[in-house]
């Protein structure tokens, strides 16, 4: 599946069960969120920042994989409500980044942009 078919998925999904009128902008932000912090507290108190626990661990990892794709869910079916490619979007800040951070001056190095010399 690419983003457009899971769009057209997402759509149909929501429009058969009425939830359009539930799916704002304001309240897809906070899902997302709230997915997205779910995600978080699988890692919680990780001693090893989750690496291991998530290599070996197949329930972890079935985890992870199920708050990834409620993340991406609601993600793409907010760029659907307020109308943003995200294909568009990721590209054009693929390139920002790319600007920002040429190799030359990032490699190894986690400074961000606008802080450095």
């Given amino acids: 599946m690419n983003i457009k078919e899971i769009t057209r998925i997402l759509q149909t999904f929501s429009d058969q069960r009425d939830w359009n ?16 912090s779910e995600l978080l507290e699988l890692f919680q108190w990780s ?46 800040k693929i390139d920002e980044n790319e600007e920002k951070y040429p190799v030359s001056l990032s490699r190894g190095n986690a400074v961000k942009y606008s802080r450095r010399d």
């Fill in 47 to 92: 001693n090893s920042g989750g690496a291991e626990e998530s290599e070996q661990d197949s329930d972890c990892r079935e985890d992870i994989a199920r708050e990834v794709a409620d993340i991406m869910i609601y993600l793409i079916r907010f760029c659907d409500v307020v109308n943003i490619d995200l294909e568009h979007a990721v590209r054009n």
């Fill in 21 to 36: 009128q539930f799916h704002t902008p304001k309240n897809l932000a906070m899902a997302l969120n709230v997915e997205a």
